[in-house]
C-alpha cells in the first residue's frame, strides 16, 4: 500500500496531538476505561521496550565482534560447485559472518554440516568427490561450532527473545488503542501516544502502520469531540 497524501497528514496529526500535555483530571471519570488501563501501562512498555533495544544492539556487537567469517569454501560457488546446491542452504551475510536471517545482509547460500555428512554417506571416503565433501565437512563443523560459541558467550539469543517480547507488549497496546474509541481529548492523546510508541517499537518515528489502520478513526473522533466540547 502506497502512502497517500492524507494518510501522511494523519501521521503528523497522530505525532502532535501525542506531544500535548495531559493534564485534564476532570475528563477521566467520562474516558473510556480501556484507554485509561493503556495510559498507565505504555510508559512502562516503552522503557522496557527501549532497554531491550539497548540490550540487543550490545549483543549484537558482541557477537559481530565474536562471531567467524564464513570459511570460502563453504560458500556455494555456481562455476565451482556446480552441482551441489543441494548441499546448502541461504544464509544473510554481513561483513562475511553468517547471520541469522532476522539480520540484514546479502543473502548466500551456505554449505551446511548435516546437508554434508549425509552426503558423506553416499560417497566413499577414497573418491575425488568423497574427499572434496569430507574436507568441506570438516571446515563446516568447526565454523558452525564457533558459530554457534559466539552466539552463545554474545547473549544474543536471549537479547532477540526479550526485545521481541518488549515489542510485542508495546504492539499490543497500540493496537488496542486503535480498537478503543475516544471520548474526550485526553483519549485522543492516549490513543496518539499509543500509536507513536508502535511506530517507534516497529522502527517508525512518524509514519506508522497504526496511520494506515486508525488514521481516520482517529480524526472521526476528534472531530466528534471538537464538536460536543
Same mark, same amino acid.
Request: glycine letters at 6%; aromatic letters at 6%.
Given at each position: 500500500m502506497r502512502p497517500s $497524501? $492524507? !494518510?501522511f497528514l494523519i501521521g503528523g496529526v497522530t505525532v502532535a496531538a501525542a506531544a500535548i500535555p495531559v493534564a485534564v483530571p476532570a475528563t477521566i471519570a467520562n474516558e473510556n476505561p480501556v484507554l485509561l488501563e493503556i495510559k498507565d501501562a505504555l510508559p512502562a512498555a516503552l522503557h522496557s521496550f527501549?532497554? +531491550? *533495544?539497548e540490550?540487543?544492539? /550490545?549483543?549484537l556487537k558482541t557477537f559481530y565482534a565474536l562471531a567467524p567469517a564464513v570459511p570460502s569454501v563453504l560458500v556455494f560457488d555456481r562455476e565451482k560447485t *556446480? @552441482?551441489?546446491r543441494h548441499l546448502a542452504t541461504e544464509e544473510r551475510c554481513a561483513n562475511g559472518d553468517m547471520l541469522h536471517s532476522t539480520f540484514d545482509g546479502e543473502?548466500? &547460500?551456505?554449505?551446511?554440516?548435516?546437508?554434508? $555428512? *549425509? /552426503?558423506s554417506r553416499r560417497h566413499a571416503a577414497?573418491? $575425488? &568427490?568423497g574427499k572434496e565433501i569430507r574436507r568441506r565437512l570438516a571446515t563446516a563443523e568447526l565454523f558452525e561450532a564457533d558459530y554457534q560459541r559466539a552466539l552463545c558467550n554474545s547473549a544474543y539469543e536471549p537479547a532477540n527473545t526479550a526485545l521481541k517480547s518488549a515489542k510485542r507488549i508495546?504492539?499490543?497496546? @497500540?493496537? +488496542?488503542?486503535g480498537g478503543a474509541e475516544a471520548r474526550t481529548m485526553l483519549g485522543i492523546v492516549i490513543k496518539a501516544r499509543a500509536f507513536a510508541a508502535l511506530g517507534e517499537a516497529e522502527g517508525f518515528e512518524t509514519y506508522n502502520r497504526a496511520t494506515f489502520i486508525f @488514521? !481516520?478513526?482517529l480524526l472521526s473522533e476528534i472531530n466528534s469531540i471538537m464538536g460536543t466540547e
Open positions: $497524501r $492524507r !494518510n527501549r532497554h +531491550a *533495544k540490550e540487543y544492539a /550490545a549483543a *556446480k @552441482g551441489w543473502v548466500r &547460500l551456505i554449505f551446511k554440516a548435516n546437508l554434508l $555428512r *549425509k /552426503a577414497n573418491t $575425488r &568427490l508495546v504492539t499490543d497496546l @497500540g493496537e +488496542a488503542a @488514521g !481516520n478513526q
